[in-house]
T-cell receptor, first 113, second 112 residues
């Protein structure tokens, strides 16, 4: 049973388009995250939600908008895609609070043409 | 500026030996540190967490140390096996809301 699942796994699209990535977790966790892993392999936090409430919002262009319809889902919508948005986007979840291990999905590889 | 440094060169090691990876950091004061494993095309998988007041943590063949004076964590894989071949990431607590800063990772290749 997949714990954190993301769709789609691959996304190839043209510059200027708008796209969404979906994430669902079945671990019963309260907290969910979006990370970006660029071509240099650095994994950077973008957003975090705790029970549908935004708690981390790093310096990310406002073309990126997360949405959490319930605590098991966290989607990422990206407007006006740019070449620099090409990366692998990972969703993760954890129990509430600090000192918690994070459970990652297998990523969505976004390629902008 | 804040930095998390892991060796960019892959560590090639003979099966059965101990692999040791280093994570150095500057301008951070993490209350805890985590280690993850990442395989190609997959998401990171949590391995171990060590708190600032703990010197050492073990889990099966894995051992992690945390020296807040040296600002360094060491990650050991004893009796390494080819299945241990992967990239290992250290992640530092940024304080509050379970925010983590990840290192770039260090690849390990275990040669049969």
């Amino acid at each position: 049973d997949t714990a954190v699942s993301q769709t789609p796994k691959y996304l190839v699209t043209q510059m200027g388009n708008d796209k969404s990535i979906k994430c669902e977790q079945n671990l019963g966790h309260d907290t969910m995250y979006w990370y970006k892993q660029d071509s240099k392999k650095f994994l950077k936090i973008m957003f975090s939600y705790n029970n549908k409430e935004l708690i981390i919002n790093e310096t990310v262009p406002n073309r990126f908008s997360p949405k959490s319809p319930d605590k098991a889902h966290l989607n990422l919508h990206i407007n006006s895609l740019e070449l620099g948005d090409s990366a692998v986007y990972f969703c993760a979840s954890s129990p509430r609070g600090g000192n918690q291990p994070q459970h990652f999905g297998d990523g969505t590889r976004l390629s902008i043409l | 500026s804040q930095k998390i440094e892991q060796n960019s060169e892959a560590l090639n090691i003979q099966e059965g030996k101990t692999a040791t990876l280093t994570c150095n950091y500057t301008n951070y004061s993490p209350a805890y540190l985590q280690w993850y494993r990442q395989d190609p095309g997959r998401g990171p998988v949590f391995l171990l967490l060590i708190r600032e007041n703990e010197k050492e943590k073990r889990k099966e063949r894995l051992k992690v140390t945390f020296d807040t004076t040296l600002k360094q964590s060491l990650f050991h894989i004893t009796a390494s096996q080819p299945a241990d071949s992967a990239t290992y990431l250290c992640a530092l607590d940024l304080g509050g809301n379970n925010r983590l800063a990840f290192g770039k990772g260090n690849q390990v290749v275990v040669i049969p």
